[in-house]
C-alpha cells in the first residue's frame, strides 16, 4: 500500500483523533507566532521612541516673585537674553535634534477685529505673537490642546509666516494664502484701562498665513483681549525681528531643546549645566521626557512578559505534544504488527506515522499564521496604539502632531522570523513523534504480535 495514500486515509477514518492533534498544534503555533510578533512590536515601539523625539530640556529666565503691601504678588521676569552663540554651544551636542527658540511680542492689523476681551476698546485691539522656529514644537500643539486644522506648520525655513485660530479667522473671514499687514503693539494698563504703549506705528510687516489651528480648551478666566487664547498668533522668528520687537539670533522667551534618546536626557541637561557661557543665576533648566520612563517601564514589562510567554508556551507545548503522541501511538500497536507482519520495515512505518503528524502539523501552521496576525492587530490597537507618546520627525513638524506622529506596528514577522518558528516546531513535532515510537519500535516483532493478543 502507497504509503501516502495510507497516511490520508487513516487521517480521513480517525478525524477525532486528527481534529485533536490539528488543534493542538494550531494553538501552539498561534501562540508562539503571536508572543513572538508582540515581542518584535514593543520592541520596535521603543527604539522608534528613542530615536524620534523622547525628551526635551528648556532653558528659561527665572522669575522674582515680590509681594505689594495690600497682599498682591507679583511675578517678575529677568530682563535677560540667549544668544545665538549659546545656543550654538549647547547644540554641539550631538544628542540634540531640534532647537526652537522663542520670542513673544504683540500685534495690531486692520485686517484682524481680534476677540473682544476685558474692557476691550480699539485701543487694546492686539493679539499675543509667539515668534519661534517650529510652531509644530509649541507646547499648546505638542499637549494636542491646539490642533492644526489647515495649511501647514511654521518651520525654521519659513519667512513671514503665520498661525491664526480658526475664531479668529472666522470672524475676520481669513483663510490659509492670505497676506495681512501686520504692526507693532505692546499691552500696558492704566487706571484700570488697557492701553497700546506704542502708539505711533513706524513698523509694518506682511505675512502670510501658513495654517489654521482649533482649540480643544475653553478658557473662561477674565482677561484682556491680548490674553484671548483665541488671539494668539504664531509666528516665524523674522515677524518680530521686522517689527523692531526682538533682535535676530537673541532670544527674550526661552529656547526649547529636543533630543534623540530620552535615556540620556539627565546626562545631557547635568552637561549643559556645566557650561560656563550661560550665567546659572538668572536662567534654569527643567526637563520633561514626554512620559518615557512610564512607557519604557510599560514597554520593557510587555517585553519579558512576551519571552517568558514564548519560553512557557515552547515548554509546555513541547510536553503536551509529546504526551499527546505518545496515548496516539498505544492504541495503534495493533496496526504496528500487522504491518510488519506483512512484512513492512520499523523505517517505513516510522516514515508513515510521520507523514501522517506532518500533514496535520502543515495544515495547522498555515492557519495559524493568519489567525496570528488578527490576534496581533487587536493587540495593537487595543494596547500598543496608546502606548504612543508624540513621535516628531520632518513630516510632523509641518503636518503637526496630530497628523503625522503615530504610527502602526507592523507585526508580520519576516520570513526568515518565521521559517525559524516553524522549523523549531517541525523539529518539536519529528522528536515528539520519535518518542512515541520508541516504545513501539524497540520491541522485536513477535513481542508486538504478542502484544496484540
Known amino acids: 500500500m502507497n504509503g501516502v495514500y495510507k497516511a490520508f486515509t487513516y487521517l480521513s477514518r480517525k478525524k477525532g483523533k486528527t481534529i485533536s492533534l490539528f488543534l493542538v498544534i494550531f494553538v501552539i503555533a498561534v501562540f508562539l507566532i503571536s508572543c513572538f510578533g508582540v515581542l518584535r512590536a514593543s520592541e520596535s515601539l521603543e527604539r522608534e521612541i528613542r530615536t524620534s523625539l523622547g525628551a526635551a530640556f528648556y532653558l528659561r529666565a527665572n522669575t522674582e516673585v515680590s509681594m505689594h503691601k495690600n497682599g498682591e504678588a507679583e511675578v517678575k521676569e529677568n530682563k535677560v537674553s540667549i544668544k545665538q552663540k549659546e545656543i550654538d554651544e549647547i547644540m554641539q551636542t550631538k544628542e540634540i535634534k531640534y532647537c526652537n527658540p522663542i ?178 543665576t538668572t536662567h534654569f533648566i527643567r526637563s520633561n521626557d514626554f512620559q518615557y520612563s512610564k512607557i519604557a517601564d510599560q514597554l520593557s514589562t510587555l517585553g519579558r512578559l512576551a519571552k517568558l510567554l514564548f519560553v512557557l508556551v515552547s515548554v509546555v507545548s513541547t510536553s503536551v505534544l509529546t504526551l499527546l503522541l505518545i496515548m496516539r501511538m ?43 496576525l488578527g490576534i496581533t492587530q487587536f493587540f495593537e490597537q487595543k494596547f500598543l496604539y496608546g502606548l504612543q507618546p508624540n513621535l516628531l520627525n520632518e513630516e510632523t513638524l509641518i503636518a503637526g502632531v496630530n497628523h503625522g506622529t503615530k504610527k502602526s506596528y507592523d507585526y508580520t514577522l519576516r520570513g526568515t522570523e518565521l521559517l525559524l518558528i516553524y522549523f523549531g516546531q517541525w523539529i518539536v513535532i519529528v522528536v515528539s513523534t520519535l518518542l512515541s515510537l520508541l516504545m513501539i519500535m524497540r520491541l522485536k516483532p513477535k513481542e508486538i504480535l504478542s502484544k496484540m493478543s
Do not use: C
Open 330 to 372: 498505544r492504541g495503534r500497536v495493533r496496526e504496528t504488527g500487522i504491518l510488519l507482519a506483512a512484512g513492512w520495515s520499523k523505517g517505513k512505518i516510522i516514515a508513515g506515522f510521520l507523514l501522517e503528524v506532518q500533514i496535520v502539523a502543515a495544515a495547522a501552521l498555515i492557519l495559524s499564521y493568519f489567525v496570528s
Open 103 to 280: 520670542n513673544y511680542g504683540f500685534v495690531k492689523s486692520d485686517a484682524i477685529e481680534f476677540i473682544p476681551g476685558e474692557k476691550h476698546t480699539k485701543e487694546s485691539n492686539m493679539g499675543k505673537v509667539t515668534a519661534l522656529r517650529f510652531s509644530a514644537l509649541a507646547f499648546e500643539f505638542l499637549d494636542e490642546t491646539a490642533v492644526l486644522m489647515e495649511g501647514k506648520h511654521i518651520t525654521e525655513a519659513d519667512q513671514r509666516k503665520i498661525l491664526i485660530s480658526e475664531q479668529l479667522a472666522n470672524e475676520n473671514e481669513i483663510s490659509v494664502g492670505d497676506t495681512l499687514t501686520l504692526t507693532h503693539a505692546g499691552l500696558t494698563e492704566l487706571d484700570g484701562a488697557y492701553l497700546d504703549k506704542i502708539p505711533v506705528k513706524t513698523a509694518f510687516v506682511q505675512v502670510e498665513v501658513s495654517g489654521i489651528y482649533k482649540l480643544h480648551v475653553k478658557d473662561n478666566s477674565v482677561k484682556p483681549t491680548a490674553g484671548i487664547a483665541e488671539n494668539q498668533i504664531y509666528a516665524s522668528l523674522d515677524v518680530l525681528d521686522e517689527l523692531h520687537e526682538s533682535e535676530a539670533g537673541i532670544y527674550t522667551g526661552e529656547v526649547d531643546f529636543y533630543i534623540t534618546d530620552p535615556a540620556k536626557l539627565s546626562q545631557i541637561t547635568r552637561d549643559v549645566q556645566l557650561m560656563q557661557e550661560i550665567d546659572w
